[in-house]
């Protein structure tokens, strides 16, 4: 993720009033730039960073801020750059992982207009939007809706229809989809390769905030969805020539505990052979909640076993976010 600092996006890429049907600038103003501090002990602290930057959209009049989840996990200091100058401190309420939503509570009044939902599921393939970063315009992106597909990551995550947008935002954490209206269709969360039109080009994926509505309430009282956990294993898994390769390994996770190594092949799920993520990650947590054995069979240097994995719920590994 790279950091916020002194730059801006080329004149040509940034929106304009006159093409919005909405008052662009009051819409941007929502948004606001993220710094979070992670103990050097989290669980996470070596894959993501301890101190990581991006962009958070206030989404309520009493200072609820969505943003991308791993900005904000085992945060223990939530930073909050706001359109006006002002640098306010922020709570983390929680994350989901399902999803990748995080929220935070700023720590007093902001007095900033915030920005409503939009239904994602009715954004069109090619429907002009604003991709907003904290800073107004400058930091802004004007794109279009290039796709409207599955996406799978590589850390057990899968979304059966994320929001594709070029050109791509430089600083896409937790910035803004803005759609038509003026309203929030979704929360960006990375950068990616692809093409359009038949042209490489870099693309930003964007989670939906349809997804955020039935799990919205749970997470601002309880801090996470009201919902049983996955089964995870902490397996970093990327396919290469239709095969599953596990790339890396969460410290300490249940799949290292089980014996796996990175280079390993999953072959199959449970008797159910897979040679994609997402129908890999189906596959594992179809068999029921955090906590069930899951059956691997796993090809490695020439030989063909299974190894069977205690999962475990992701939860559990990661620091409470702490009040500062």
Same mark, same amino acid.
């Given at each position: ?52 930057? /991006?962009?958070?959209? *206030? !989404?309520?009049?009493? #200072?609820?801020? @969505?943003? +991308? %989840?791993? =900005?904000?996990? $085992? ?97 896409? /954490?937790?910035?803004? *989809? !803005?759609?038509?209206? #003026?309203?929030? @269709?979704? +929360? %960006?969360? =990375?950068?990616? $390769? ?101 059956? *691997? ?28």
């Amino acid at each position: 993720m790279p950091s916020l600092g002194d730059w801006t996006v080329p004149p040509a890429a940034q929106p304009r009033p006159d093409d919005c049907a909405y008052d662009l600038d009051r819409a941007l103003s929502a948004i606001m730039g993220l710094r979070a501090v992670i103990p050097a002990d989290a669980f996470t602290a070596d894959i993501l960073g301890t101190e990581r930057v /991006g962009n958070g959209v *206030l !989404i309520r009049e009493d #200072g609820i801020v @969505l943003t +991308i %989840g791993y =900005l904000i996990t $085992e945060a223990e200091e939530v930073w909050l750059t706001l359109a006006d100058g002002r640098v306010v401190p922020g709570h983390a309420i929680g994350f989901d992982y399902e999803t990748g939503f995080g929220l935070v509570q700023t720590m007093g009044r902001i007095d900033l207009p915030p920005l409503a939902f939009d239904q994602s599921s009715s954004a069109q393939l090619g429907e002009r939007v604003v991709l907003g970063g904290a800073g107004g315009r400058t930091h802004s992106v004007a794109a279009r809706i290039v796709g409207k597909q599955e996406f799978a990551g590589y850390w057990e995550y899968v979304l059966d229809e994320a929001i594709f947008t070029a050109p791509a935002h430089p600083h896409w /954490g937790g910035t803004a *989809l !803005i759609g038509p209206a #003026g309203d929030l @269709l979704g +929360i %960006g969360s =990375l950068q990616l $390769e692809g093409s359009h039109d038949g042209r490489p080009e870099l693309l930003n994926m964007v989670v939906p905030i349809d997804l955020l509505r039935p799990i919205y309430d749970d997470m601002l009282k309880l801090g996470l969805a009201n919902r049983p956990p996955r089964p995870w294993l902490g397996i970093y898994c990327i396919e290469v020539e239709n095969r599953i390769v596990i790339a890396g390994l969460a410290k300490g996770g249940p799949a290292q505990r089980a014996g796996l190594q990175t280079g390993d092949l999953v072959l199959a799920v449970a008797g159910t052979e897979v040679s994609e993520l997402a129908p890999c990650f189906r596959k594992i947590w179809s068999l029921g909640h955090a906590g069930v054995e899951v059956p *691997l069979l796993i090809w490695r240097e020439g030989d063909t076993f299974e190894v069977r994995v205690n999962s475990g719920d992701r939860n559990r590994y990661l620091k409470a976010p702490r009040i500062h």
